[in-house]
Structure formats: C-alpha cells, structure tokens
C-alpha cells in the first residue's frame, strides 16, 4: 500500500499542552499535506509543505518535512480543546492526482 | 470560500438497491474525488476525475460506478448495494497536486 502511517494512533493531551503527531510514507513525493477531520464531518486542510521545503508555520501549527527519511510531523502548540480532532496527512505521488490518506491520530485535548 | 457539497448527510438503502451520492463544487476546479472511509483504515480513493467524463479507478473501485457529465458535478453510483458499503462517503474537488476541499460527507447504512 502506498498509505501514509500517522503516528501515535491516540494521542491524549492536557490544555496548554503540545500535541506532536508523526507521518511516515514510502515513495518520493511532491507535497505533504496536514487535514484535521472533527468527528463525523468531512475533512478540513490545515497546511501543505512542499518536497523542497523543511519546515512551514500556520498560527500554532507547525509542520516539518523530512524527505530522507521520508517522514513529517505536526506540532499543534498550547493546544485548546477545540483541537480535539482526528489528524491526517496525505501524500501524492506520480502525476500528482491521486492523494494517499494516513489512517490518522486521533487527538483529545482535556480542558 | 470553496464549497463542496454532497447530496446526503445520512442514507439507509436495503441490500440490491440501486444508490447515487451526488457531489457538487463551485470553485471550478478539474479534480474530483471519492473516497469511503472506515474506521481503522483511513480514507481509501474508490474513484477519481480528472475532466469532465474522464475517471479513473483508485484503490477498492469494485462495485462502484462514477459519473461526470459536468465539471462542477462527479456522481458516485453502488450498482448494487451489499452490507459491505456501509460506510462514511467523503468527496472533494482540488486544483491538480493542491489543496483537497472536502464535502460533509454521506453517511451509508446498507441493510
């Protein structure tokens, strides 16, 4: 499968708190992108990091990319428990139209 | 804002019927996408367009069928619905490798 891996599965966090969450994949990419899926909606995109890009912030979001071990992560600063979310990534590959989905952590920041 | 929209939040269809989810984006956008998501596997592409009437298979496309007869409009069609497509139906729309917009998505029960 060509499926991105989030790592943790569950990540349980008190308010304040940084919530760090791991992507592993297994091909070379084009772009990397982070979604935040709350439950039982559709999925909502919170940044995209380029092949050629390191490291990228959005609000108190900030994403690395690690293209030699074919790895990013996700920090989600002084999390708030409107954080509370499932957390995605997906990868491209090839032409670059087709998207591969992560299985996700699922997040829960504690008030 | 981008917006896409999906016909259904909640279906129940008994097993042998014919069902179409539809999705509808206003943002012009030439990618259109399907996938089921299940829990602890993620979202998974059942089908994808690339143009009006151009589609292509993604990773579990068996018993599924598409449309798209315009561009703003891609149809998901269960030919013949079985208690193994009881799923959530997630579409989104993007521009080439960019962003994926996602609908609220369709909730399947297939009795």
């Known amino acids: 499968s060509q499926q991105g891996e989030e790592d943790p599965q569950a990540l349980s966090i008190q308010e304040g708190e940084n919530a760090t969450m791991n992507c592993s994949y297994k091909?070379?990419?084009?772009?990397l992108q982070w979604y935040r899926q709350n439950s039982g909606r559709g999925l909502v995109h919170l940044i995209l990091?380029?092949?050629?890009?390191r490291e990228k912030h959005s609000g108190r979001l900030r994403v690395t990319l690690d293209t030699s071990k074919k790895s990013s992560s996700l920090l989600i600063t002084a999390s708030r428990a409107a954080d509370t979310a499932s957390y995605f990534c997906a990868t491209d590959y090839g032409t670059g139209n087709q998207f591969y989905f992560g299985t996700g952590t699922s997040l829960t920041v504690i008030p | 804002d981008v917006k896409v929209t999906q016909s259904s939040r909640y279906l129940v269809k008994r097993t042998g019927e014919k069902v179409f989810l539809e999705c509808v984006q206003d943002m012009d956008h030439e990618n259109m996408f399907w996938y089921r998501q299940d829990p602890g596997l993620g979202l998974r592409l059942i089908y994808f367009s690339y143009d009006v009437k151009m589609k292509e298979k993604g990773d579990i496309p068996e018993g599924y069928s598409v449309s798209r007869e315009k561009k703003e409009r891609f149809s998901l069609i269960l030919e013949s619905a079985s208690t193994n497509q009881t799923s959530m139906y997630l579409c989104?729309?993007?521009?080439?490798?960019?962003?994926?917009?996602f609908g609220p998505g369709t909730r399947l029960l297939v009795l």
């Open positions: 990091i380029r092949s050629n890009e």
């Open positions: 989104a729309s993007s521009v080439l490798q960019e962003t994926q917009y």
């Open positions: 091909t070379s990419i084009n772009n």
